[in-house]
């Protein structure tokens, strides 16, 4: 499990409120909730609970799961009274079945084997009821892949809370067996022109092709709704709207 979702936890939380718009980020699940008359989901990958605010301000029913206790915490503090579950997406189960299940913010990337999708998608339809609606994001490999072959870094900045925070990205694209890459990060604070280290992070994560994410769909019974490009902070990807069939 990545580092950023442990140990550096606050960090996360401090630059991504830089880099992600939760409100549009809400307003887009919402529409397709919305579309479908459902007022109850479970969001996979809730992390800090930054969305999660958004779904309990606007009276839905909400529960997080996350891997990480760290991330989770944060979650916590942030929606009292809110249930939060501490789980793999690879190998999960609820007490009631629900209506929608989001997996967000690309957290789909850290399903690296196609037995993880699979997987994964499988205790989704599970929990899902009759004609639940499942959304979620991931990075499109047609445009990711040929992109990190060609360069190998990148640096994202944030300001938060009258800090700067910098992360320098370096990466090794490992595509023999699909299209995954190793990520590796370092975390600094910018402190009178100085950079101090603040943590490092790695992690192997995943892009797919449109074509790939069907196939999955279409193994585990969900039938797509939509699925449209959508550009990100970071890089482009596919939003998909699919439902539950028998
Ligand atoms: C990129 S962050 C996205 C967090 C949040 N959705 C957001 O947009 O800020 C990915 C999240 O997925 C969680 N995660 C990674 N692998 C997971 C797994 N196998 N099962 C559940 N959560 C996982 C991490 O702990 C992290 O909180």
Known sequence: MS???NDLAE??????????????????????????????????????????????????????????????????????NTPFVQGDMRSFKLANQIESVLITGRTISYLVENNHVLSSFKCIHNVLTEKGLFCFDFIDA?????????TNSI??????????????????????????????STYYEE???NLIEIGKDSAKVRAFTKDEILLFLNLTNFKVNDIFKRKTYAFPTYMVIAEKVI
């Open 191 to 193: 402190q009178q022109g």
């Open 155 to 184: 640096t994202h900045k944030a300001e938060f809370k009258n800090k700067n925070y910098i992360r320098k990205s370096i990466w090794e694209p490992n595509i023999l067996s699909n299209w995954h890459l190793n990520w590796s």
């Open 3 to 5: 580092n950023l979702y």
């Open 142 to 150: 047609n445009e990711f892949i040929p992109y990190v072959n060609k």
């Open 11 to 80: 960090v996360y939380e401090a630059m991504y409120a830089t880099f992600i718009d939760y409100k549009l980020e809400y307003e887009l699940y919402e529409s397709f909730l919305d579309k479908f008359n459902k007022k109850k989901l479970l969001e996979i990958g809730c992390g800090t609970g930054s969305l999660a605010k958004h779904f309990i301000r606007n009276n839905y029913e909400y529960c997080g799961l996350d891997m990480s206790a760290d991330m989770l915490k944060i979650a916590k503090e942030k929606n009292p």
